[in-house]
Nanobody, 119 residues
Framework: QVQLAESGGGSVQAGGSLRLSCAAS????????MAWFRQAPGKERERVAE???????LYADSVKGRFTISKDNAKNTLYLQLNSLKPEDTAIYYC?????????????WGQGTQVTVSS
């Protein structure tokens, strides 16, 4: 079955960096669209970044220029590089997959990894 497992979260000070990873298995990863979402306490889930099967990326305005999404098809792994972190980036970060329809709805989700940014 499809499995997504995030890792790499943690606690950093404002201005710091983190790299999140999402290991995927159980489906044709190379043919999927992938995305990172986040949800902060008391707020709605927000789509942070997404990448399609040919590598086209899209970012939320709030992270543009600071976060970078990438997709390693050889390793079946999705990454999110988070630079210049701000306290408002504090949230649980989830990876999600749209497959077999790409683009399409994100129907598979990981369990999430916590990112905490202190001022």
């Amino acid at each position: 079955q499809v499995q997504l497992a995030e890792s790499g979260g943690g606690s950093v000070q404002a201005g710091g960096s983190l790299r999140l990873s999402c290991a995927a298995s159980g489906y044709a990863y190379a043919n999927s669209c992938m995305a990172w979402f986040r949800q902060a306490p008391g707020k709605e889930r927000e789509r942070v970044a997404e990448i399609d099967r040919v590598g086209t990326t899209l970012y939320a305005d709030s992270v543009k220029g600071r976060f970078t999404i990438s997709k390693d098809n050889a390793k079946n792994t999705l990454y999110l590089q988070l630079n210049s972190l701000k306290p408002e980036d504090t949230a649980i970060y989830y990876c999600a997959a749209a497959w077999p329809r790409c683009p399409g709805a994100y129907v598979y989700w990981g369990q999430g990894t916590q990112v905490t940014v202190s001022s």
